[in-house]
């Protein structure tokens, strides 16, 4: 999927860190970042969870409010799920995407699973009921990534300020 600059083909977030694949100049591109990604990466991939959810067929689906997709309602239905990444293929009637993620199960273990392949494309009439709200998160993803990986756009680490002493009460000063 296209950004600005770039043919996005994959995100994934590994922990903190960012790995893509893309397209620049005919060439495919794979990217493994050793910087934090930006929270609005984060942000992003979190949005897809209702949808991760609901074609994945999972019971909680029937609780998305998709009229409120912020809402309490909705992030109950998906607290126990995490996007960890996306997988776009194809182009005009065939562009589709996979989404990877996770549940957490009862048992304190994780499952992970992706989607199975769904078409996001207007011209083609299989395509996913949801496909143009899924499509333009798809676009904020891909613009994120670009982000991280043209712009440098990383988290903002904060050092943490240590309490010392004022220089006057230095017990190891020259100045007496």
Request: charged letters at 30%; hydrophobic letters at 30%.
């Amino acid at each position: 999927m296209n950004a600005n600059q770039i043919d996005v083909k994959k995100v994934k977030m590994n922990g903190n860190r960012l790995d893509a694949s893309y397209w620049y100049d005919q060439k495919e591109i794979n990217v493994k970042g050793k910087e934090p990604f930006h929270d609005d990466l984060r942000k992003a991939m979190n949005a897809l969870k209702p949808y991760f959810v609901e074609i994945c067929e999972q019971s909680e689906a029937k609780d998305i409010d998709w009229n409120n997709l912020d809402g309490t309602k909705t992030s109950e239905a998906c607290i126990k799920f995490g996007v960890s990444g996306i997988a776009i293929s194809g182009s005009g009637s065939t562009e589709s995407v996979v989404i990877s993620g996770f549940k957490l199960l009862k048992t304190n273990k994780t499952l992970f699973f992706t989607t199975p392949r769904v078409i996001i494309s207007e011209e083609n009439d299989d395509r996913y009921e949801r496909y143009e709200d899924l499509k333009q998160l798809l676009q904020v993803i891909c613009f994120e990534a670009e982000d991280y990986i043209i712009n440098h756009k990383y988290s903002e680490f904060k050092q943490p300020e240590l309490p010392f002493k004022d220089d006057d009460d230095d017990p190891y000063s020259e100045n007496e």
